[in-house]
């Protein structure tokens, strides 16, 4: 017998039928408060400041204007896009209207010295939002590479106020849930960060020490 | 069989109207060590118009074996409860920890053996003293069979014992009952949810363990500068207080019962 | 080199060898150790403090908190109840998404199934994302002693790692070093890419600065990356991967190769088991809502994707954990979802701290869980270690019966029978009865005696109070003390109540007339 078969053996064996241990149904009635619809804006960016996120409230006009001025803000001269429409148009805008970033789309395999060394921010496209929590989905895949969140110091995520859910149940529930999954399925909630020093907050451990959402109130 | 997990929370007991009678556990460490706490409850008890019946031949309810995986030592000494406390009438046990033991435990260890369904009907009838007081005869009632109310002002603080808080789930009937007491002022040592590091032979096994928790409860007990300190555990009582005059910081420390008893009742010459 | 950095270097290699030398000692032992350390003490204490103000602070609503932590036992157990059979759907889902799923037995063949992966890919880097399981299985030891570098990259646990220690929480690994710790070992012992040290800072952010300079290196070149589970969805076939850093991110996306070990019981059914049992974790672990990432594995890279890991691996340990899902009384064990709030409210965890614990999981869970994996008679002597307040399992977020699992445990270790490790009975805890000593058997024996007899019984407390000072009959002499160190002995009264009330005519019986009324 393989150690498979021997463990599987030994759980199979255990008495089942004489506990009074009967569970309790897994029912999907919702037992932990979510925020009402009408609050669920304000519970997301509320919920991602007090993460230390910063929250850009624009719209499908002014977005890659409002963005481009926080980037020029954090300085950033390099910055990586994944491989979507979206990002296609944001990489035109800013050609178009600056000289000091150079605005990349991922096309071809990452080459890791770039994207650790020579990147300043990366910008992804979420697929919901989840209010209760604060927190952005990203379905990574070709068109969204999964370095582009996760290594360069500022993080930017753009997302639409109609892909906001009440919560992580509700989206699961919902038919938003991709299938199949995805190889990686992120919800990432604030900019990186740590507490294992005497319990002190430290941004950017390893990923980003900034995240950006840009919230698309018309979309 | 599988240990049992709490029960969901807003499942409160039923419970019963005020009886005529009334069994009353003394429990081991007041019968030796605070029986005028025991003395102090019948009187208490009586002043309600019921009738308090005390067997004699009651001993301990088993717990400290229990606790320690003696099994089958505690069970034998549990059967000699069950015994003593036969008759089909409520429980009155003066120890949180004890209550828990007779509520809680007592149909885990007969779980199987034929007294089970003795052990579990003793379980149900069982009430911590507090619990008795606030739940079944109110608190209203209580304060009004009231004879000596225009009491001095005392500063109190309550140490409720982690199995009257967990166990139980009575820490709100402890408070009720001190706060309304006349001119009593409550006050709670900080850390108040923190174990005082007493738990029976815990105290003895991990005695260095259990002195830190000590000297960390006596002290934030000492730092609320009361009066005196009450509990309805004599096991914590005689730990914090024990600790408190090893440090030559010495508090009264009463029994819940006696301190009860005592601002709601003239006492003066009564033993 | 300067002489100051020679001598910071020795003070650490001597604080390191205190460390291993306390290691060896008995339980009490180390307790002791530990009580005496103001500063271990303080750092306990305050942790504990701030984790249980955060966790109180996102469970505002009680009733909402109680019918969540129903809601997340039951799902727990639900899983259990179908262990088996979830465990294969999880096999089938996980190898049809190209995850290769192993099985190890025992620690040591989970090591060297790991090993076997890594030079199968000739790995020799490994960085490391925080794993309890493979702090379980010594997996870093294992590895080492093959030539392999394995990197922690958890800021706790890599802090820990450079120390020469072990972690002291499982949330918080170096919960027990204070910054001014933490300077000099990063001062005394970090090494960047350039070959330079860092210099010494108590800033924690340049200190977390330094430590992310030195770990992105690694990350961008190492061979592979090893991860822990906290949730694997058997239905998705998926790995979830709870954490604020962005170091588990980084070990499962930059390298090659990513080997994920888990327990074989973090299995839940279905993605809709996920939500609440994250949203449980986290705030009962550090009080937050949700952490930064929540990271959820389904597959290695695909052909069209960009980066991320070209092989991903899941090894199932078992490690004892099918004897307890066999044991009648302790498979609740199994429901930990190891957020370690028990730890954060136990008392006793808070005094001593998590090494004094002498084993991977320390506090509650630690002590339910250490004695049933490595056998009662190497690891018994903890479960004195608890005064059965319940402070844990009031806060276990899956209502794990932890005191309750203790006292049993307390049992299994004092049974009468004793029953070595190998013992093919399941239903038993392995070196059943290891801990039977015979003077405290006589005791109880003693003790069950007088208290079986009343007349017996009330002869005892009369000559407590005859011989009044003494602690009690019951517990004996020999047991004064370790009380009366530090406590006064209380006094027996003249008078015992079964006196008193006889003597003011109270009833024996009911229907039992008062006699002589006073």
Not at chain 2, 205 to 213: E, G, P, V, Y
Request: with cysteine; charged share 20%; aromatic share 4%.
């Amino acid at each position: 017998m393989s150690s498979r078969e021997r463990i599987l053996a030994r759980l199979r064996q255990a008495a089942v039928g004489d506990s009074p241990r009967v569970p309790q149904a897994v029912s999907s009635d919702r037992v932990w408060p979510a925020p009402d619809k009408a609050d669920w804006l304000d519970a997301l960016c509320q919920n991602l400041r007090d993460n230390h996120a910063e929250v850009l409230l624009t719209d499908q006009q002014t977005w890659m204007a409002d963005l481009l001025a926080r980037l020029q803000k954090y300085n950033v001269s390099r910055l990586l896009c994944g491989n979507h429409d979206t990002a296609a148009r944001l990489q035109q805008y800013i050609q178009s209207q600056s000289d000091d970033i150079d605005t990349q789309r991922v096309t071809t395999d990452i080459e890791k010295e770039v994207i650790f060394q020579q990147v300043d921010a990366g910008f992804s496209v979420a697929s919901a939002a989840l209010a209760e929590t604060g927190s952005l989905v990203i379905e990574t895949g070709p068109q969204e590479p999964r370095t582009v969140s996760l290594v360069p110091p500022l993080n930017i995520i753009l997302v639409r106020q109609s892909q906001l859910q009440a919560d992580f149940s509700a989206w699961a529930a919902s038919t938003s849930v991709p299938d199949p999954m995805p190889t990686n399925l992120l919800l990432i909630s604030g900019p990186s960060k740590t507490a294992d020093i005497q319990q002190t907050l430290a941004y950017g451990a390893h990923g980003p020490k900034s995240l950006i959402v840009v919230m698309l109130t018309d979309a | 069989m599988t240990a049992q997990s709490e029960p969901p929370h807003a499942a409160r007991r039923a419970y019963p109207s005020v009886p005529r009678q009334v069994y009353l556990l003394g429990t081991c460490l007041v019968d030796s060590f605070y029986p005028q706490a025991g003395m102090d409850a019948i009187r208490l008890l009586e002043a309600q118009g019921i009738e308090v019946v005390f067997p004699q031949a009651q001993t301990c309810c088993g717990q400290p074996a229990w606790n320690s995986g003696y099994d089958e030592e505690a069970r034998s000494v549990a059967r000699q409860q069950l015994h003593a406390f036969a008759a089909d009438i409520p429980v009155v046990v003066m120890m949180s920890s004890c209550a828990g033991m007779v509520h809680k435990e007592y149909p885990l260890l007969f779980r199987g053996q034929p007294e089970e369904a003795q052990a579990i009907a003793l379980a149900q009838r069982t009430y911590e003293f507090s619990e008795f007081l606030v739940d079944v005869i109110g608190v209203e009632t209580l304060m009004g069979t009231a004879t000596d109310a225009g009491s001095a002002a005392l500063t109190v603080a309550l140490h409720t014992s982690c199995s009257a808080r967990r166990s139980m789930g009575v820490a709100e009937q402890h408070r009720t009952l001190v706060e309304n007491l006349p001119a009593v002022t409550l006050v709670e040592p900080e850390r108040v949810t923190e174990c005082c590091g007493f738990g029976g032979t815990f105290a003895v096994k991990q005695a260095d363990i259990s002195a830190a928790m000590a000297a960390d409860k006596a002290a934030a007990v000492a730092a609320t500068g009361c009066d005196l300190l009450t509990s309805a555990d004599c096991g914590c009582l005689m730990n914090i207080s024990g600790t408190l005059s090893k440090q030559g910081k010495e508090i009264p420390a009463q029994h819940l019962a006696s301190l009860l008893y005592q601002r709601l009742y003239a006492t003066e010459g009564e033993s | 080199m300067a002489e100051s950095m020679i001598k910071l270097r020795d003070e650490l290699d001597a604080e390191q060898q205190d460390f291993s030398d306390m290691q060896q000692q008995h339980f009490k032992v180390r307790a002791r150790m530990a009580l005496e350390n103001d500063a271990l003490r303080n750092s306990f204490r305050g942790a504990s403090d701030f984790l249980m103000a955060k966790r109180a602070s996102v469970f505002p609503d009680d009733e909402a908190l109680q019918a969540l932590r129903s809601r997340g036992e039951a799902i727990r157990q639900h899983s259990l109840n179908h262990l088996p059979d979830l465990l294969e759907t999880l096999e089938k889902n996980l190898t049809a998404n190209g995850i290769r799923v192993h099985w190890a037995e025992t620690a040591d063949e989970a090591c060297a199934l790991i090993h076997g992966i890594l030079a199968d890919n000739n790995a020799r880097t490994v960085v490391k994302g925080k794993s309890m399981v493979s702090e379980e299985i010594e997996l870093n030891h294992y590895l080492q002693e093959k030539g392999i570098e394995c990197l922690e990259s958890d800021m706790g646990e890599y802090l820990v790692q450079l120390a020469g220690e072990t972690p002291s929480h499982i949330i918080m690994p170096a919960i027990h070093k204070n910054k001014e710790q933490i300077a000099r070992l990063m001062h005394g012992r970090a090494e960047t890419a350039d070959g330079q040290g860092v210099p010494y800072t108590e800033d924690v952010d340049e200190l977390i600065g330094n430590a992310r300079a030195i770990l992105r290196e690694k990350f961008m070149n190492a061979d592979a990356g090893i991860s822990g589970v906290n949730m694997a969805v058997a239905n998705t076939g998926t790995l979830c991967l709870v954490e604020n850093e962005g170091n588990g991110r980084m070990t499962t996306t930059v390298p090659k190769l990513h080997i994920a070990v888990t327990g074989i019981e973090k299995v839940v059914e279905d993605l809709a088991d996920v939500p609440e049992l994250l949203t449980l974790l986290t705030r009962s672990a550090t009080g937050q809502k949700i952490s930064t990432y929540f990271n959820m594995i389904s597959g290695p890279k695909k052909n069209d994707e960009l980066d991320g890991p070209e092989q991903v691996h899941l090894v199932l340990v078992d490690n004892g954990r099918s004897r307890i899902f066999n044991h009648p009384v302790l498979q609740p064990t199994l429901q930990c979802i190891r957020c370690g709030a028990c730890m954060n409210h136990c008392p006793v965890y808070a005094r001593v701290g998590g090494h004094a614990y002498g084993s991977t999981y320390p506090g509650p869970i630690g002590q339910v869980v250490t004695p049933q994996i490595g056998g009662l008679d190497n690891n018994g002597d903890m479960l004195s270690a608890c005064s059965l307040n319940g402070a844990c399992g009031e806060a276990c977020p899956v209502r794990i019966p932890l005191p309750a699992l203790i006292r049993e445990l307390r049992h299994e270790a004092n049974h009468p029978q004793f029953i070595n490790a190998a013992d093919a009975d399941l239903t038993r805890v392995k070196q059943r009865g290891a801990k039977r000593s015979l003077g405290e058997s006589i005791i109880w024996k003693g003790w069950a005696l007088a208290h079986r007899y009343p007349p017996l019984y009330q002869m005892m407390s009369r000559s407590i109070a005859i011989g009044r000072g003494l602690l009690s009959g019951s517990l004996g002499n020999r047991l004064l003390a370790p009380w009366t160190d530090s406590r006064t002995a209380p006094k027996a009264a003249a008078q015992s109540l079964h006196q008193m009330v006889k003597k003011r005519g109270v009833a024996s019986q009911p229907g039992q007339h008062k006699e002589h009324e006073q």
